[in-house]
T-cell receptor
Framework: ETGVTQSPTHLIKTRGQQVTLRCSSQ?????VSWYQQALGQGPQFIFQ???????GRGNFPPRFSGLQFPNYSSELNVNALELDDSALYLC??????????????FGAGSRLTVL | AQSVTQLGSHVSVSEGALVLLRCNYS??????LFWYVQYPNQGLQLLLK??????LVKGINGFEAEFKKSETSFHLTKPSAHMSDAAEYFC????????????FGQGTRLTINP
């Protein structure tokens, strides 16, 4: 089975620009979550999608938005980029009914640098 | 609200020595607890998890952790460190119901000395 794949792996943007990050979930997984990991920090929950609907959101402003597609792949969009948005963005997928016990399978991440 | 504190941002041990990575959590409801490992340029990989039942949990690569409710701790141990264990380790907590919103600690970087 294929794991979680993310693209692009690295990208550089300037302040004020917009970025779209993509994630293909593991085969058979119907839930996708996005996390932001700043340098030297633990990952922080951005939001989760379950069956194409947002199901839970962390403390991130509305300029962070997402989509989940019928094939359960997902996009993370960030508008009006700020310097503090520089981070590793991790996508994770899982399967089954929503439960805190479900194991998340993480991708390798997209590293965003904002100049 | 839930939170996780990992004591020691950097731990260094000799190869063959005991590994002990400390994690304390705060949760208003019974928690689910996880340890993840992150190797350079890779995503997070699950080492082990505690949900219910036996409080001593065994994971992959010889790691184990014990849930101690009275101490609100979930420390990770391995009897004998191997060079391949060098990585960043994250403790995380989640509520039992609803969104799978993991709350992570800040991480502990484990270095193994030959």
């Amino acid at each position: 089975e294929t794991g979680v794949t993310q693209s692009p792996t690295h990208l550089i943007k300037t302040r004020g620009q917009q970025v779209t990050l993509r994630c293909s979930s593991q085969s058979g997984h119907n839930t996708v979550s996005w996390y932001q990991q700043a340098l030297g920090q633990g990952p922080q929950f951005i939001f989760q999608y379950y069956r194409e609907e947002e199901n839970g959101r962390g403390n991130f402003p509305p300029r962070f938005s997402g989509l989940q597609f019928p094939n359960y792949s997902s996009e993370l969009n960030v508008n009006a980029l700020e310097l503090d948005d520089s981070a590793l963005y991790l996508c994770a997928s899982s399967t089954g009914q929503l439960s805190g016990a479900n194991v998340l399978t993480f991708g390798a991440g997209s590293r965003l640098t904002v100049l | 609200a839930q939170s996780v504190t990992q004591l020691g941002s950097h731990v260094s041990v000799s190869e063959g020595a005991l590994v002990l990575l400390r994690c304390n959590y705060s949760s208003s409801v019974p928690p689910y607890l996880f340890w993840y490992v992150q190797y350079p340029n890779q995503g997070l990989q699950l080492l082990l998890k505690y949900t219910t039942g036996a409080t001593l949990v065994k994971g992959i690569n010889g790691f184990e952790a014990e849930f101690k409710k009275s101490e609100t701790s979930f420390h990770l141990t391995k009897p004998s460190a191997h060079m391949s264990d060098a990585a960043e380790y994250f403790c995380a907590v989640n509520k039992a119901q609803g969104a799978q919103k993991l709350v992570f600690g800040q991480g502990t970087r484990l270095t193994i000395n030959p």
